[in-house]
């Protein structure tokens, strides 16, 4: 593979070897500094087995071979020594001997090992220059290979875990008879081994592993792409430590975190769902079958909150005057990818108080020591799983919090809170146990370059969602935690088949939403056809305004799941900026899911649903994997001639509209003539009437009634009349007035800004301005917009928005709109 991004290709290239060796823990030990917005420190990897999918590679995935599969030449350089620090010299930033989980490490074995000033070697390693001489002698030795993009690494060394006492009882390693680091490697076998029931003291011993001292560097090199390590005399991946320490830091521009600052203008730091993933916030294997539990131990100053995917809600521990120490941890194994961490000064909302106010109770979880089990096995690789805690089963609602700015405490009061418990039932009563345990929700920053977005654990929801009416809110929230199911306990082996995530999640969002509604059937079918028809509509706009090459949704094709010999491979368009801004997965997959659900019949469908859940819960899958499944669990004779071959051809590797979800353009038209959209079909002629009378209105005359219209009818009404050629000022301030768009949610905003733009309506022109300054998640279409008329005010009202929220903005948006400005 060529590690040396083409400027003319886009797509991200994942160089893990992980079919040689498998990462099977993390345990992260990091300083938040916020002055110079770089985070420091050191992860341990524990490694096992190359991962089970490797026999899978073909040949035209060879043409991806990795340097590290070939023979790979370490640069000589002179040597980088890195100098053990004394007390006078050891950072206070820098205190890597604190654990939240034991701390009964072999401190002292530590401090005299590890803790270096790092600041010698940082300008040769980020210039990926060779730290130490390579020693090779013409051997060939094994390879390890990280994904790894926009850091320092300081220094990588194999940990001594045999020097940590008392774990030989965990470990079947004959001490006295193996070599030592034989006897490394068996240990770390063990430990990686050990049962999920005894995950606590698995964890416990991973933290002290973390702490013991070092027992030789090992060689590396880095690139654009990768962390390339090597172990003089380690000739085969079994051969390799599997045991090391990584020490590094992150650089300000790095792309896998945002440094900027919150609503209340006080910095913070937090991931946001970058095209590169985690790899410039840590060392890992990016591929998404590199399954791994974690652990995180951060340190920051006292007045910041570090939020982060993990399963205990994590309390802060006082260190040294102004600093606190959190601790997270994951037990279920997930991609790297997923691993997400937010700090800053925000608060935990708590609901507002009153002696009427009624209690929710929620059913928490019974302690970790029942161990209830369903007749039925799942079919993971084994870990604490809560589909099979029958205390779980029944949970509805999930523990949660809610964290945001101080200035946005009342509208996530008013907005988010009372919605959480309904939305979280909801999801519960339509596909069963919650494959979380808890759930925090933070919303972010304005620079969040997208509505929402889930992690384990963890939701981040943009500001925009606070906005105007619950509607908004309650449906994305409805999105997000769909993605606990599909996206996060259930993950698409391919990241190209995005639509197992994102169509899924579009499609359950309007099921939980009317569920949590508590809406009768027939107003649930009404609200459903009505966001059916709305998708519709952008659907055929994004199909019309996209390449063909990026509609299909398993662009691999035949390929799809394939990997090189090594485990390294690309994901197609990974890293084109446009396709953050596409929602070809989303609607596409949704529009696949919904003929799926109406052919088959709703009842079928979902009841297949909670069994698919259960069967894949905690693994990955192609898309075939549901498919077959799907058709397999419907007699032959009812499946109406559907074969798992013909919806791959004509739903996933064509592009444009299938022929099956034509029907669909005729149902939109159908729609607007009866149910919910049928009154915005009476609403708009209404409006259409009006623009075309006469400015002064004859004497008598009754003014033109307006009915009460829901956010999505509203939606739908400007939609249409953006199909107007012209509306007058005078209509357009009646429309204005009538519905109070600059009161609603961001949605019905945003379409409001392109009438006004469309019709160079300039009175509500602050309106646009404040939409991109605020609304930064949905505002990237409307500077095209603005620059497309060639009106000389618009444009210049683009240029001045992006001089004020560039600095900011998500460096993917910016790219985009910088490319329509300039």
């Not at 990588?156 to 008879?177: N, Q």
């Not at 708590?350 to 928490?364: A, C, N, R, Y």
């Not at 359950?508 to 027939?522: K, R």
């Amino acid at each position: 593979m060529d590690t040396k991004l083409d400027p003319a290709r886009d797509d991200l290239p994942l160089m893990a070897n992980t079919s040689h060796m498998l990462v099977k823990h993390y345990v992260l030990d990091l300083d938040v500094d916020s002055e110079s917005r770089v985070i420091e420190g050191t992860i341990v990897l524990f490694f096992g087995d190359g991962n089970r999918f490797k026999t899978q590679a073909v040949s035209s995935q060879d043409t991806i071979q990795m340097e590290s599969e070939k023979d790979y030449t370490f640069r000589t350089t002179e040597p980088c020594h890195v100098p053990k620090m004394d007390a006078s010299t050891f950072s206070p930033q820098m205190g890597y001997n604190e654990c939240a989980v034991c701390g009964k490490g072999d401190q002292d074995a530590f401090d005299n090992d590890g803790n270096h000033d790092n600041r010698e070697c940082d300008s040769e390693i980020s210039s990926s220059k060779y730290c130490c001489d390579t020693g090779n002698h013409g051997r060939e030795d094994f390879l390890l290979v990280l994904d790894c993009c926009d850091l320092s690494v300081l220094k990588v060394e194999e940990v001594d875990v045999a020097a940590v006492p008392g774990l030989e009882r965990f470990t079947k390693a004959p001490k006295l008879a193996a070599t030592p680091e034989k006897l490394r490697r068996d240990i770390v076998r063990d430990l990686v081994a050990l049962p999920a029931d005894a995950w606590r003291e698995q964890f416990d011993w991973y933290a002290r592993c973390s702490q013991a001292p070092g027992c030789g560097e090992l060689f590396f090199d880095t690139d654009s792409w990768s962390l390339r390590i090597r172990r003089t005399g380690a000739q085969t991946a079994a051969d390799f430590p599997h045991a090391i320490r990584i020490w590094y830091k992150t650089k300000p521009e790095g792309q896998s975190v945002t440094w900027t600052s919150d609503q209340d203008g006080r910095p913070c730091v937090y991931t946001m769902g970058s095209p590169i993933n985690n790899r410039a916030l840590f060392p890992c294997q990016e591929p998404p079958v590199a399954m791994s539990t974690w652990q995180a131990t951060v340190r920051a100053a006292a007045s910041f909150v570090v939020l982060m995917s993990g399963e205990n809600s994590a309390k802060p521990t006082p260190l040294r005057e102004g600093w606190m120490s959190w601790h997270y941890y994951v037990t279920m194994p997930m991609p790297a990818s997923t691993f997400t961490i937010a700090v800053g000064s925000w608060i935990e909302v708590k609901p507002k108080t009153s002696p009427s106010d009624e209690l929710v109770i929620e059913h928490p979880l019974l302690p970790a020591k029942a161990d209830f089990r369903y007749a039925e096995t799942c079919s993971h690789v084994e870990y604490p799983c809560r589909f099979q805690d029958a205390s779980a089963a029944t949970q509805e609602i999930i523990p949660h919090r809610v964290f945001a700015p101080l200035c946005l405490e009342g509208a996530c009061q008013e907005a988010l809170l009372c919605l959480v418990p309904p939305c979280l039932s909801a999801a519960h009563s339509v596909l069963g146990t919650h494959p979380f345990s808890r759930l925090d929700i933070l919303i972010v920053p304005a620079n969040f370059p997208s509505l929402g977005m889930a992690s384990p654990h963890i939701i981040f929801l943009s500001q925009s969602t606070l906005t105007g009416m619950s509607h908004l809110c309650g449906t994305r929230l409805c999105h997000e935690i769909a993605h606990a199911w599909f996206g996060l306990a259930i993950g698409a082996r391919d990241w190209t088949e995005e639509w197992l995530s994102e169509g899924f999640a579009t499609h359950l969002e309007d099921v939980f939403w009317a569920e949590a509604q508590q809406l009768p059937p027939h107003e649930a079918l009404e609200q459903q056809e009505l966001r059916a028809c709305l998708r519709w509509h952008r659907l055929q706009d994004e199909l019309r305004n996209s390449p063909e090459e990026m509609q299909m949704l398993r662009p691999n094709k035949e390929d799809t799941g394939h990997v090189s010999s090594s485990g390294a491979s690309v994901v197609k368009h990974g890293l084109n900026p446009e396709k953050g801004f596409m929602q070809v997965h989303y609607l596409k997959g949704y529009f696949l899911l919904r003929f799926l659900a109406r052919t088959l019949g709703k009842e079928t469908y979902f009841s297949f649903l909670r069994k698919f859940v259960h069967l894949f819960h905690g693994q990955l899958i192609l898309s075939q994997d549901f498919l077959q499944m799907l058709l397999e669990s419907i007699p032959e004779d009812k499946r109406l001639g559907l074969t798992v071959e013909n919806i791959i051809c004509d739903w996933l590797e064509c592009s444009g509209i299938p022929k099956q979800a034509l029907r669909e353009e005729q149902e939109a038209e159908d729609c607007k003539r009866s149910g919910l959209a049928g009154r915005v079909g009476s609403e708009v002629a209404k409006w259409i009437r009006l623009n075309r009378r006469p400015r002064k209105r004859k004497r008598g005359k009754p003014e033109a009634a307006f009915e009460k219209l829901s956010p999505d009818q509203i939606v739908l009404l400007l939609e249409c009349l953006l199909e107007q050629k012209a509306l007058s000022p005078q209509t357009l301030q009646r429309l204005q007035q009538t519905y109070r768009l600059q009161e609603q949610d961001a949605e019905v905003r945003h379409r409001w800004c392109e009438l006004v733009i469309k019709h160079k309506y300039t009175r509500a022109y602050e309106q646009v301005t404040r939409f991109l300054q605020e609304d930064q998640a949905m505002g990237v279409y409307l500077y095209g917009e603005l620059m497309v008329g060639e009106d000389a005010r618009q444009q210049q009202l683009a240029h001045r928005c992006f001089e004020l929220v560039k600095e900011h903005m998500d460096r993917a948006s910016a790219q985009v709109v910088s490319e329509m400005l300039f």
